[in-house]
């Protein structure tokens, strides 16, 4: 079992920054790649980034490439995602996902193995 929890989310104006974190635990995170979904109202989860523990591989969808960064830090357990250059069609819930297997991009929901509960970010424009 892998438990994720999100913090970080809050409103911001846009063109401003926001960064959401991702505490992992539990006895075999270290054996899942990492990361972040976002979800607005009636619309399906969308890929944002991801990322492997060791920074290997790290992947962004086209529509944050340049402004949002996904990194990891074993010591704390903790991935994060920075974003910068906020608009406001970014808003929306922002989960943490973990997968057994590092997919392409984008990653699918389907292979998620475990999933955070989320957190708001709100762009004001």
């Known amino acids: 079992q892998v438990q994720l929890v999100e913090s970080g989310g809050g409103l911001v104006q846009a063109g401003g920054s926001l960064r959401v974190s991702c505490v992992a635990s539990?006895?075999?995170?270290?054996?899942?790649?990492m990361g972040w979904f976002r979800q607005g109202p009636g619309k399906e989860r969308e890929f944002v980034a991801a990322v492997t523990w060791s920074g290997g591989s790290i992947l962004s969808a086209d529509s944050v490439k340049g402004r949002f960064t996904i990194s990891g830090d074993v010591a704390k357990s903790t991935v994060y995602l920075q974003m910068n250059s906020l608009k406001a069609e970014d808003t929306d819930v922002y989960y943490c996902?973990?997968?057994?297997?590092?997919?392409?991009?984008?990653?699918?929901?389907?292979?998620?193995?475990?999933w955070g509960q989320g957190t708001q970010v709100t762009v004001s424009s």
């Open positions: 996902a973990a997968a057994r297997v590092f997919q392409g991009s984008p990653w699918r929901t389907g292979e998620v193995d475990y």
């Open positions: 539990g006895r075999t995170y270290l054996n899942y790649a």
